[in-house]
Each structure stands twice: as structure tokens, then as C-alpha cells.
């Protein structure tokens, strides 16, 4: 196999076409009752969850470090959150796919992100920065871009932060 196939290049849309298929052949009362439709079905649609819960701990990693080293520039540990935020942004990258734009809770992951963060500082006495949107301040195509780095979200969290909030 030389082409590269829809499973080999986005998994969730390839899982979401066979679990339509797996559905209307499973209504079928011709076909035999020897396929376990229901977990076949199950497994096959865990395949796309599991990438896409693969990429928002990824994500949720890279938003945790750069809250921190926002919030605590000077603490010891600037140096390994800068790799982590590579790391992560490593595996993000290479496992992020459009059709998971629509599937991932973008605000949830902030919120998660911020929670988590905060949680890390208090441990080492030190505080989240404030004023920080409710929001996620990225697009998922600044943060999946293949030049994101720590530099790169300071610098839009910086942004956002110095711009007025929005009054709708």
C-alpha cells in the first residue's frame, strides 16, 4: 500500500465512517448474529477517542507550562517547562487533526489547564497570574502550528491580557 489511506491520515473521521457503517450493517436482520455489533462498534469508536483524549492532555500540558512560567518567571523550573512545552507541542502536533477541531472542548480544556496550573503554583508558594480570560486566548491552529513554542504563547497570552475585554 503505497497511498495513504483515511485511517492513516485522520483516524477520528475514519472511525466515525466505519462506526456508520458497522450501525447500518448491524440493523440488518439478514446478516448473522455472530458479530458482537454493539462492542465491535464500541472498540472501533474508542479508536478516535483515544486520540483525540491523547491530543487535549498534550494541549493541557503545553497551557499548564506556559501558565506557570507566565506566572512564575523566575522559579526554578522555567527551564524544563520550556522542554515540556515542546514535548508536548511535539506529540499535539503530530497527532491533532482538523476534524477534532469540532470535538475537543476548547474552553473546558482553558479551565482544566488554569485549574491545574494554579494548583501546581500553590505547591511552591506561588500565584496564578490574574485576569486571565475565561476563554482559551489560542486558536487550536496557533497552538498545533508547527513553529509553536513557549515564546510564542507568552507572547499571545501577553496580548490578550493587555487587550480590553470584549463587551457584547
Known amino acids: 500500500m503505497d497511498q495513504p ?3 492513516d491520515d485522520d483516524i477520528v473521521t475514519w472511525a466515525d465512517e466505519q462506526v456508520a457503517a458497522l450501525r447500518a450493517l448491524a440493523a440488518r436482520s439478514d446478516l448473522s448474529n455472530a458479530v458482537d455489533w454493539e462492542n465491535v462498534i464500541e472498540e472501533i469508536e474508542s479508536v478516535g477517542r483515544s486520540d483525540i483524549e491523547r491530543v487535549e492532555s498534550a494541549l493541557a500540558q503545553m497551557l499548564i507550562h506556559i501558565l506557570k512560567y507566565a506566572s512564575a518567571p523566575s522559579a526554578q523550573s522555567t527551564r524544563s517547562w520550556r522542554t515540556e512545552v515542546l ?3 511535539a506529540a ?3 497527532t ?3 476534524s477534532m477541531r469540532q470535538r475537543i472542548d476548547w474552553d473546558r480544556l482553558w479551565t482544566r489547564s488554569i485549574r491545574l496550573a494554579r494548583a501546581a503554583l500553590d505547591e511552591f508558594g506561588d500565584s496564578l497570574i490574574a485576569n486571565l480570560p475565561d476563554r482559551l486566548p489560542f486558536t487550536p491552529e496557533e497552538l498545533t502550528a508547527p513553529d509553536f513554542d513557549m515564546d510564542r504563547g507568552l ?3 501577553a496580548a490578550v491580557l493587555k487587550s480590553p475585554p470584549d463587551r457584547h
Do not use: Q
Open 5 to 7: 489511506t483515511l485511517y
Open 155 to 157: 507572547e499571545r497570552l
Open 96 to 98: 491533532y487533526r482538523r
Open 92 to 94: 499535539a502536533e503530530k
Open 87 to 89: 514535548l508536548h507541542h
